[in-house]
């Protein structure tokens, strides 16, 4: 009969190899937490006090910055972008008046002119301000739109009733009805066409200060300035909006936009 002391060993050994060893484990963090570190863990200071001096307008945040350019330096000659607050400040007084830099915050002043194309929108982008400032011009247009004479009106007597058409009908009409004739989408889009808009913004000197990255420094039109540059005008007019109201905005539209293009409105 074989004896049961070898397979108890054996057992016993096996148990104590499978048991979790604490003190050794402790032991290694400690040792490789002090290899590593001689100091209280903190965050870079690159990210928190330089980050902190700057406007977010003049600086791309350093953990957005990539640590080499993916893509090859595109060829031809290089857009200059404008980084001097005085030129910028002097578009505005072009555009709103004298105290036209004031009605805007610095943050909000450099957000309105920056197109997502410039450092691929690392430090914001107008497009939201667009999307408000569009609204409110589509809709003084078609109040402006209303209220202008309409080149063809149905025909009136000399005291301005409608007369009778071929089958004796007589229309409706109403004061309030007149300008409805010209209200549609085609007579809106011909009057905010991008290149009378652009034409606009360069009368300001939007151009000069807008943000953007062009495909092509040599044609800039065919990368797309209009475009860019009524995005410009949209988004003062949101930015206006939000930070002075919506009469102010409404007033600048009417007549720093529409006016420019031929509308006349009432000093009343």
Same mark, same amino acid.
């Given at each position: ?6 397979? /108890? ?11 979790? &060893? ?7 963090? /400690? ?46 000659? /290089? ?7 005085? $030129? ?5 007084? $072009?555009?709103?008046?004298? !105290? ?6 610095? +943050?909000?002043?450099?957000? @309105? ?10 430090? *914001? ?26 080149? +063809? ?22 004061? !309030?009805?007149?300008?409805?004739? *010209? ?24 151009? $000069? &200060? ?24 949209? @988004?003062?007019?949101? @930015?206006?909006?939000?930070?002075? *109201?919506?009469?102010? !905005? ?19």
């Amino acid at each position: 009969m074989a004896s049961a002391r070898p397979l /108890r060993t054996l057992l016993s050994t096996s148990r104590s190899s499978l048991r979790p &060893v604490q003190p050794a484990r402790q032991t290694l963090v /400690r040792t490789s937490a002090c290899a590593f570190s001689t100091s209280t863990p903190s965050r870079a200071p690159e990210y928190e006090t330089e980050a902190a001096d700057r406007p977010r307008w003049q600086q791309t945040p350093p953990r957005m910055m990539a640590p080499f350019r993916i893509r090859p330096i595109p060829q031809g000659p /290089r857009f200059e972008v404008n980084d001097d607050p005085r $030129k910028l400040d002097h578009a505005y007084v $072009k555009m709103l008046g004298p !105290a036209g830099p004031q009605m805007l915050t610095d +943050e909000v002043k450099w957000l @309105a002119v920056t197109h997502k194309s410039f450092e691929h929108g690392k430090r *914001g982008f107008n497009d939201r301000l667009a999307f408000i400032g569009k609204r409110i011009v589509n809709l003084q247009t078609s109040q402006a739109l209303l209220n202008s004479p309409q080149a +063809e009106s149905w025909p009136k007597d000399e005291g301005g009733r409608a007369l009778p058409d071929e089958y004796g009908r007589i229309p409706f009409t109403h004061p !309030a009805l007149d300008g409805l004739a *010209g209200l549609s989408q085609v007579a809106t889009d011909r009057v905010l066409d991008k290149e009378r808009l652009a034409g606009i913004a360069e009368r300001y000197g939007l151009d $000069k &200060v807008t943000r953007w990255v062009p495909k092509r420094a040599d044609n800039l039109e065919g990368s797309g300035q209009n475009s860019v540059l009524t995005t410009s005008i949209y @988004a003062i007019i949101g @930015a206006l909006a939000l930070e002075r *109201g919506g009469e102010v !905005a409404n007033k600048v539209t009417q007549e720093k936009i529409l006016a420019p293009l031929g509308f006349h409105f009432s000093t009343e």
